[in-house]
């Protein structure tokens, strides 16, 4: 699960686990949009996209 934890100079601050990096992780607006889906039992790819 991506944490969005805060927003600066027009990036997101995320904690992202799902990457290497994944603590401070920054993501541009497109970046961050793309990155967002269901997992869709594997199907990531046509997993819908979805926020709570």
Do not use: E, S, T
């Given at each position: 699960m991506?944490?969005?934890k805060g927003y600066k100079d027009?990036?997101?601050i995320t904690n992202?686990?799902?990457t290497?990096?994944?603590a401070d992780?920054?993501?541009s607006y497109e970046g961050l949009y793309n990155a967002i889906?269901?997992?869709n039992a594997g199907n990531?790819?046509?997993g819908r996209k979805a926020m709570i």
């Open positions: 991506l944490v969005i027009g990036k997101f992202d686990p799902g290497r990096r994944g992780f920054l993501y889906h269901d997992w990531v790819y046509a």
